[in-house]
């Protein structure tokens, strides 16, 4: 599976692109808001999104991934908040799943691989 | 009180003043000379011309200074950042069983990078990084036993023992949360938040009891502990002051601690304002019906205070009776804007056919206007 990973945190950056690469799947990581708007115009298999970006909100690319670019593409989002209204909008603007910090990578693998599954 | 590098700096800075003062003061003393005669014009031009090199000295000096520091600092940053990145990759790579362990001892960055992962996993990953922290003999706490460390090394060990998360490092925490300084003890309630489990717990909260944290950090202080909040919120409610109740109320609601619903119905006889409306709002947000306590509900109705209006109207809907129909249905006329609105959405979620019917027929305008704007809303 070709994976978009949206995250500036460096340690989970490299945690995820490891864990990813480990199970056969092709991680291209993306640090800032910016160029992750860029990316989000090639077609993914899934995406991994965190919502603190440099730059801008992960929300907002999510917004623009279902409504402008009107794509379906499974998002998992990783996010260290973890406010009810975080979740609530994330779950709203269509993330498939909401997983907050502290996170392990083999359930973060799991649930990807379901909601890739099932598409 | 020093930061680093900041010792340096203000020994220039007095250099520099230093430096001033003599070139300022060699020419006050020489021109006032003049004027009465008493030394040549030879003599003056030679100390301006010396005050004016002192002077470029003193700026060369401060400029060098600051040009170096960030020169500095610069490639000191980046060369970190690189070691730091490296050995992220080294134990990420061991974690995965991709490569071995690097044998420890471990430079600083290697530190920072076990903490930052120790931080951001759970499950198995987390406990093995534990272990691997436990190894590197970390130098936290010998910085906290010490009695000449600096506050910001102490801040820096506090923060670094939050993100290791090691459950025999609490005993280290808990005696700051009784400093003199607020700034050490509210890192150490972060701290000991962050790292106190099972028994641990209880201990912290003993502790808390005694830290006289002002009530926003103490309510931070309880989200940090997640589940793991009951015991402590128990305890602030039996014997904490009014400040410490409100916080451990606002974090039932918020943490959504339904069992500890029942303890907060006391509450709603709280004089304290502040303390009712914690309570109001923590039972709201657990949508726990007040039952037993609706003649203090229509009390806080009527209360000259909006926002204890504003939180009983939310409040009143959760009760599903013909009393809080009644008492919505009067509260759509009350003069505050956020008490109509509350009534309404309260009306639209216990039966929306009044809502329409107070759209048609309340008899205040501004009443019939709110509920027909919640109506449309809410189609």
Redesign the interface.
């Known amino acids: 599976m070709r994976i978009l990973v949206i995250e500036d945190?460096?340690?989970?950056a490299?945690?995820l692109e490891?864990?990813l690469r480990?199970s056969g799947h092709e991680p291209h990581l993306a640090k800032d808001f910016s160029s992750a708007k860029a990316h989000l115009s090639q077609e993914w298999d899934a995406i991994v999104l965190d919502l603190n970006l440099p730059g801008g909100s992960g929300l907002e690319l999510l917004r623009h991934l279902r409504q402008e670019l009107r794509k379906s593409t499974p998002v998992l989002v990783l996010s260290g908040l973890k406010q009810e209204r975080s979740v609530a909008e994330a779950l709203a603007l269509g993330a498939q799943e909401y997983l907050t910090?502290?996170?392990?990578?083999?359930?973060l693998l799991s649930r990807l691989e379901r909601y890739v599954a099932a598409r | 009180m020093w930061r680093r590098g900041e010792r340096l700096y203000a020994l220039l800075v007095f250099l520099v003043v230093a430096l001033e003062a003599v070139a300022l003061g060699g020419l006050v003393l020489v021109f006032s000379g003049r004027l009465w005669n008493l030394w040549g014009y030879p003599l003056a031009q030679r100390v301006l011309l010396e005050a004016l090199l002192l002077t470029g000295v003193a700026l060369a000096l401060l400029s060098a200074y600051i040009l170096l520091y960030h020169g500095y600092t610069q490639a000191r940053e980046s060369q970190e950042r690189q070691a730091y990145e490296d050995w992220l990759s080294r134990f990420t790579q061991a974690l995965f069983g991709e490569a071995a362990l690097p044998p420890p001892p471990w430079p600083r960055p290697a530190l920072e990078a076990l903490l930052s992962l120790r931080e951001m996993l759970s499950g198995e990953f987390a406990e093995r990084l534990a272990d691997w922290i436990r190894q590197a003999r970390p130098p936290w706490g010998r910085v906290l036993r010490g009695r000449l460390a600096s506050r910001p090394a102490r801040l820096e060990a506090l923060e670094a023992l939050a993100q290791a998360r090691l459950p025999e490092t609490l005993g280290l925490i808990l005696p700051y949360l009784e400093h003199p300084d607020p700034v050490l003890r509210l890192a150490a309630a972060r701290a000991g938040a962050r790292v106190a489990q099972g028994e641990g717990v209880l201990r912290l909260a003993e502790a808390l009891l005694r830290a006289a944290l002002p009530r926003g950090a103490l309510l931070e202080v309880l989200l940090l502990l997640e589940h793991r909040a009951p015991p402590v919120v128990e305890a602030l409610l039996r014997q904490g002051t009014e400040e410490e109740r409100w916080a451990a109320l606002e974090a039932i609601g918020r943490l959504k601690l339904e069992a500890l619903a029942p303890q907060v119905l006391p509450f709603l006889e709280a004089r304290d304002p502040e303390l009712l409306a914690a309570a109001l709002r923590a039972l709201l947000r657990l949508g726990y019906p007040p039952k037993g306590y609706e003649e203090t509900l229509l009390a806080a109705l009527k209360d000259e205070r909006e926002f204890l209006r504003v939180h009983a109207a939310r409040l009143l809907a959760l009760l599903q009776n013909d009393l809080a129909r009644q008492a919505l249905w009067k509260a759509l006329g009350d003069p505050s804007f956020y008490v109509r609105r509350a009534a309404a959405e309260g009306l639209r979620l216990l039966d929306p056919e009044l809502l329409q019917r107070a759209a048609q027929r309340h008899p205040d305008p501004y009443g019939r206007a709110m509920a027909e704007q919640v109506l449309k809303e809410a189609a």
């Open positions: 945190d460096p340690a989970v490299k945690v490891v864990a480990r910090k502290p996170f392990s990578p083999g359930e």
